[in-house]
Structure formats: C-alpha cells, structure tokens
C-alpha cells in the first residue's frame, strides 16, 4: 500500500469470525484515504468516514448468502466499469463468497479474467 501498488483482486480468506470482511475494510479505507500515512489510513477524513459508516458509493459490500446469483454478479460486472464517484478506488467486499451459486461464482471469475 505504501508504495501504491494494488492487486485487482485480493482474497481474505480464514474461519469465521477471524476479521476478514473487517481487514478489507481496513485496506479500502488505507488505499482511498485522503491523509494516509505511509499506508495507515487516519480514519479522520470523510473517505474514512464514510467507509466505516457504510456511505460510501465506492465500497460496496455484498453479502453474497442472501445475493447469490448471476444476476447479481452481473450487476456487478455491470457497475465495475465505472470510475469511482468520490474515492481514488473502487472497492467490492463480497462476503460470505462460498455461498454463491456456480453460476454466479462462474460468472464472478469470468469478470476476473477480462481485468
């Protein structure tokens, strides 16, 4: 992060209960935030703000249990194009990614490889 080189993807993965969606909301505040220092996010800007309060419009998370299919894997596919409205980075925290259907998991890794 430091040296502001990101992956497209990243997969925190690990039994529950062990912080992983909170790791990555961690690392979108610290890649977005507008005063970071040397890759710590200072959870003071609005960027930070509105990452923890879930406000806003570039961190999605999605809770892929109760949003399981191909549709909305395409919705998704469909709103990545677009640059991010208030951040330097998009960021889609798709938890619970295991409950996804094949053919959205399939779908998921389709839009992986055309990145």
Known sequence: ISKG???HAYIFSGPRGTGKTSIA???A???NCLNSDDGEPCN???????ITQGTNNDVIEIDAASNNG???IRNIRDKVKYAPSESKYKVYIIDEVHMLTTGAFNALLRSEEHT
């Open 29 to 31: 505040k610290a890649i």
């Open 70 to 72: 191909v549709d909305e």
């Open 5 to 7: 080189k990101q992956s």
């Open 25 to 27: 909301k961690v690392f």
């Open 44 to 50: 003071e800007c609005a960027i930070c703000k509105g």
